[in-house]
């Protein structure tokens, strides 16, 4: 049976408006002390926006750490005093410019399990309307609305190599038919 690793103390090394680096001591199964050093976040929450038309709405945005434009899902932190929800909500409005009139949870996953404490909720979001996009000052979206036959291709293709969005996808993928009136593929 594996053995739980106890945290026995943690200091923060850096935070930032986003996240802070963190490190532990803990018990390591031998009883001898271990460092962990990490990224801490409030989570985030990631968005599947679905048209009346059954179009997908993803965002093409220019990723600074790959150097280059990534397709994927519109998604952001939790900020602290916030819900997952109030985040998803935020997040549809701030870099697609939609409000949803549903919001579904499906899942959630850790992005990184080795190197932050972070989980990502998904939520499939429809009954959408039009508002004003509201980016960071950072930030720079294009909008795009994709078939499902579509965006299964970019995926397949490198497109959309984003491994948040891959991991959402895969989450939807098998409840896709709760969503679509008839099956997309």
Request: charged fraction near 25%; hydrophobic fraction near 35%.
């Amino acid at each position: 049976m594996l053995k739980t690793l106890l945290q026995l103390r943690t200091e923060l090394l850096h935070q930032n408006p986003w996240w802070e680096y963190r490190r532990d001591a803990y018990s390591l199964p031998d009883e001898s002390e271990g460092e962990y050093f990490y990224i801490h976040t409030h989570g985030s929450a990631m968005i599947i926006p679905i048209t009346d038309e059954g179009k997908i709405v993803i965002i093409r945005q220019f990723r600074y750490l790959a150097q280059r434009v990534s397709t994927e899902f519109i998604g952001g932190g939790v900020k602290p005093g916030k819900s997952y929800e109030e985040s998803a909500y935020e997040e549809l409005s701030e870099e697609a410019g939609l409000i949803a009139g549903e919001m579904t949870h499906i899942g959630g996953f850790n992005p990184m399990n080795g190197a932050t404490d972070e989980i990502c909720n998904i939520y499939v979001a429809r009954s959408l309307k039009r508002t004003t996009m509201r980016p960071e000052r950072s930030e720079e979206f294009e909008v795009i609305e994709l078939d499902y036959t579509t965006l299964c291709h970019s995926i397949a293709d490198g497109t959309i190599w984003d491994g948040m969005t891959l991991a959402a996808f895969a989450l939807f993928r098998e409840r896709r038919s709760v969503f679509f009136a008839t099956n997309p593929e």
